[in-house]
């Protein structure tokens, strides 16, 4: 699961709790079905400098716990945060 919300986050360029929401309008929930789409918190995108370059997937927890261990992780190394 810590992979595909790293890949959401990345390929989205937005945290994966963001998905939740959107997958509740009719023209986003066909991509529900896509296999590596997670729309549950954990997942963030990593920011250097204003670029896209990867994303951050922790899974494990709730994801409260989640999504609190990827905002700490990525303010301890410095990305910049949405």
Do not use: V
């Given at each position: 699961m810590a992979c595909d919300k790293a890949w959401t986050a990345c390929s989205f360029g937005q945290p994966t709790h963001i998905w939740n929401s959107l997958m509740q309008?009719?023209?986003?929930?066909?991509?529900?079905?896509?296999p590596?789409?997670?729309a549950v918190g954990g997942g963030y995108p990593i920011f250097y400098?204003?670029?896209l370059i990867g994303g951050l997937g922790v899974s494990g927890g709730t994801y409260e716990q989640d999504q609190e261990a990827a905002v700490k992780a990525l303010s301890l190394t410095g990305f910049d945060k949405l």
């Open positions: 309008e009719s023209h986003m929930a066909p991509l529900a079905s896509h590596r789409l997670m400098q204003g670029r």
